[in-house]
């Protein structure tokens, strides 16, 4: 097993990291002293979030755009740290989207791509990096889910929830498997978060009608995150009034459930987070 060396720093992997929540993940790792690898398809935003790292905390990056639908991603990503000689120390998948509208009218490719970015490649990022943690003696894990995760299904976005929950199970598992080796793994699921999320699905309108008790900035979601992490928490759900909604969709019987999610679905859109 090895350590870091006290002057080593340590690095972490965000993926979606252009906008929203994996900016400011990326930020608040940056000030708590970690280099990055970005991982977006968008590179000159990646570019702009280096420069002002690098401006604020001196922390040095290094960008990969990359499209997380290529099945051969994951690969691509560790050859390349390989021959760059990074290791990762914290490990961040938080790239996601939903595909809306009801899963009879869209096009299976679609759906395929969103379980590549949202479930397969998760599952391939901690295949490939967790062990190398554990036999280092060190690793962070956040897994972006949603609260979505926690609640019923619903008609519309149909996969999204569905690769939430998976992502919470897994997350739950992976933080049994490696709690003996220092590797904290974290499902984060935040609510309503003030982010591009709802502007990419075309849904900005629809959910900007909820009550602003539902909402929270990615910042506050981001260091929250971090938090979690850090304390070993397998899955931390954003802010009381999201805890809330999940315990009540847990305890009250899933038929009145059901029917107030469908409500909600025809108010509010498609997805939260």
């Known amino acids: 097993m090895t350590q870091n060396s006290p002057n080593q720093r340590r690095t972490a992997l965000i993926t979606g990291a252009s906008a929203g929540i994996g900016r400011d993940l990326a930020l608040v790792f940056a000030e708590k002293g970690f280099d990055l690898v970005l991982v977006a398809r968008r590179e000159e935003r990646l570019q702009a979030l280096a420069q002002e790292v690098k401006g604020k905390f001196d922390t ?3 960008i ?3 499209d997380l639908t290529d099945p051969e991603a994951g690969q691509k990503i560790e050859d390349n740290l390989a021959a760059a000689g990074i290791t990762i120390d914290a490990l961040i998948n938080n790239a996601g989207y939903t595909v809306t509208g009801l899963f009879k009218d869209s096009q299976w490719q679609d759906q395929a791509d969103l379980i590549q ?3 397969t490649s998760v ?18 894990i956040i897994n972006v ?3 979505a995760g926690h609640l019923p299904g619903a008609a519309g976005g149909t996969l999204y929830a569905a690769s939430k929950s998976f992502l919470i199970k897994m997350s739950e598992s992976l933080s049994l498997e490696y709690v003996n080796d220092n590797v904290h793994v974290t499902a984060l699921c935040p609510g309503f978060t003030y982010s591009e999320f709802h502007d ?12 602003n008790i539902l909402w929270m900035d990615s910042m506050t979601v981001a ?4 938090e979690a992490v850090m304390a070993g928490k397998p899955v931390y759900i954003n802010g009381r009034m999201n805890r809330f909604v999940a315990l009540l969709a847990r305890l009250l019987p899933q038929v009145p459930v059901r029917k107030l999610m469908a409500r909600n679905q025809r108010n509010a859109g498609p997805r939260a987070n």
């Open 60 to 62: 040095r990056s290094h």
């Open 117 to 119: 970015v949202m479930v």
């Open 64 to 66: 990969l755009a990359m």
């Open 200 to 211: 990419v699905a075309g849904n900005r309108s629809e959910v900007s009608k909820m009550p």
């Open 223 to 226: 260091r929250q995150a971090y």
């Open 123 to 140: 599952a391939d990022f901690c295949h490939r990096f967790a062990p190398v943690m554990a036999e280092r003696g060190y690793g962070r």
């Open 145 to 147: 889910s949603s609260l």
